[in-house]
């Protein structure tokens, strides 16, 4: 088989699992009985699904999940998304050159009759939101069932390989999202009152107060809900950059899915634009998956996600380019390079600062668009309707199960199954896990004593976050107030080095130092959960504190791991008293991985740059009509049929209205879309055969 397949993981789990075979293009390929056609392709090496008919450019992925149509191939003579259609034994996948062949019309097609589900809630969305909603509703026995379009509940906890910030009491703080999304999910399935549809779209609320839902890809149900709960998380938003189509130019989200949930590795070498939480964990995610970072791009100062995160892929070896921005993906039928520069005050590109790297992939991350349409059509079809997690706010999913929570409670009271007033300290709670990081303040390690052994903190911002006080068994640690928010202290010398504190940081910004066999030169011990890049005792390392930067060379004492440990390895090395407290980390890559190939100049993004993925439509055509006065985007769409495609404007209304706000025209100034009926495409013949 390829090796495009993840063998090895130092947190995930490799399943045995059955192959199969498939046919590509006539080519027959191996794939994982279950896997999605998209995955099973990246896994053979293939990027490139088809050719538009438009222009023939190169077409691939972008989401991943179903949100846009990038990925559309021919399945058995269908047109399907490649990233939600599973692959079968001698499946016939074809790529998309032009317009496909559709298949013939059916004569005399009846619509069958579609069997009607009622129930008292439906929740859209079985992530962890949707999933906190359910276990409130469940537990006073109200009948719900959630729907979710994937094949595991947990939504994005299922992508996520890293430890969750906040509180153990409140939303399993120092947990995997992985171990969250099974908690969660046993939990579900204890109470007999939730019923679970996965595989299951949703396509419409309709006027007469009743939902559409495609079940298995095959079948259509309509569900008669008294509530309805929108918790169907956010959708990734795009740039407009040169190459911004290419294959290997994607999101960041369908990237964890391909790696984390599909054990895929879909690139050798990546860089990613945006610094935000979800960047910063998917550098680290990629690196976990044996996969080389060339850099991180961010256009503000600093990165708006927490600076731990930032400070754990540094010390690795990954460089952060704060003020600077991509200007161009390069590349013939998929990307070979990427161009950023550097940002003035006012957020252009300076001129003579653009550099080009080496890449096959460049991972957009640049922020998210509530997934919102559900909650618009119940308001409009007059349905109780509440929001919950990324629908309602986008957050993270700490904030999301605790939004989820309270939605759960409040639709509880609606239907009159609860009486009592929601706790306060839920909304509190719920308000402290949203809040942004605080200033950055470099650590004080004068505060730590240097006797026996002890804890050092290198977390520079206040977040909310205290999981290592929860864990330390001789209350050696304390957060000022005894809040979330707050830096770590030292309050007692009572240290026994159990290492519990260090297992536990989501950050990985915990170390502990050991003077009591050499008071001069202590034993420092370091979380490490990249281990793919294995070190083994003798190796040689470079020690970086907590932002990266060089200290000290030594080599490697000793490398533990344990159950107790949860997948997270321990290594030991000895250092100079006067760095021991400093010492933060040590790098792993090697330095020409983030080296450029060389500099070019680039005017400003031509006007050429793809917004409308499905159609084709190039910013120069948009910007035309913007300065001829047009203010409606149902008017461009129909001049330009920009937002006309397969995914129903999901992915370009948001670059179009950026293109507004660069004309310089005011929001309350233009006219939005009107949104086509269905959310998803969804064959004809599922409305024939629901009674099967």
Known sequence: MSDGWITEHPILSI????????????????????????????????????????DSSAQGIFCANGQCAQCVVIANGIPVKACMTRV????????????????????????????????????????????????????????????????????????????????????????RGIEIAEILGDRIRSHRSVKVWLNSTALYVFSDKKVGVVTSGRNYRIVHPRVILNAAGARERSLVFPGNTLPGV??????????????????????????????????????QAGIEVVGLVEALPQCSGYKVHADKIKRLGVPLYTRHTILSANGNERVESITVGTLDDDFKPVAGTEKTYGCDTVLIAVGLDPVNEFYKEAEQAGVKVFAAGDAREIAE????????????????????????????????????????????????????????????FHCTQEIPCNPCVS??????????????????????????????????????????????????????????????????????????????????????????????????????????????KRVAGFKIQRDEVTVPKNEITLDKIPDDAIVCRCERVAAGEIRTLIRKGIRDLNQIKAITRAGMGACGSKTCENLILQLFKEQGVPPEEVTLSTIRPLFAEAPLGVFSNSSQ
């Open 15 to 54: 399943p045995k699992r059955r192959k199969i075979g498939f046919y590509w293009n006539d080519t027959r390929l191996r794939a994982h009985d279950g896997e999605v056609i998209s995955s099973a392709l990246f896994a053979n090496g293939i990027h490139v699904f088809g050719h538009h008919v438009k």
């Open 88 to 175: 079968e034994e001698n499946m016939i996948v074809e790529s998309v050159q032009g317009l496909p062949e559709l298949p013939k019309v059916v004569d005399k097609f009846q619509f069958s009759k579609s069997k009607e589900i009622a129930a008292d809630v439906l929740i859209i969305g079985g992530g962890p939101a949707g999933l906190s909603a359910a276990l409130q509703l469940g537990e006073r026995g109200i009948n719900t069932l959630i729907v979710d379009d994937k094949d595991r509940l947990g939504g994005k906890l299922v992508l996520q390989t890293h430890k969750f910030f906040g509180s153990i009491e409140d939303c399993y703080a120092g947990t």
């Open 250 to 287: 994607y999101g960041a989200g369908a990237f964890q899915t391909l790696v984390n949930r599909d054990l895929v590795k879909p690139a050798r070498r990546l860089f990613v634009v945006g610094g935000g939480n979800v960047g910063l964990i998917v550098a680290y995610h990629a690196l």
């Open 397 to 456: 999913a700490s904030t999301a199960m605790f939004s989820g929570k309270i939605a759960g409670m409040e639709i509880a009271r609606e239907l009159g199954r609860e009486d009592g007033s929601i706790p306060r300290t839920w909304y509190q709670e719920a308000s402290i896990l949203n809040t942004p990081p605080g200033v950055e303040q470099a650590p004080d390690y004068d505060s730590f004593p240097e006797v026996d052994i002890t804890p050092v």
């Open 471 to 580: 864990v330390c068994p001789q209350g050696v640690i304390s957060i000022p107030g005894d809040t979330l928010l707050g830096k770590p202290q030292i309050v007692n010398e009572d240290c026994i080095g159990c290492n519990k504190c260090v297992f536990i940081c989501p950050g990985l910004a915990i170390s502990l130092v050991d003077y009591r066999k050499d008071q001069d030169n202590p034993v420092v011990s370091l979380a490490y959960e990249v281990y793919n890049y294995e070190y083994k005792k003798g190796d040689l390392v470079l020690l970086t504190d907590y932002e990266g930067n060089p200290l000290h060379e030594t080599v490697v004492l000793d490398t533990v791991i344990s159950k107790a440990s949860k997948k997270t390895q321990i290594i030991k090395v000895r250092v100079p008293k006067g760095i021991a």
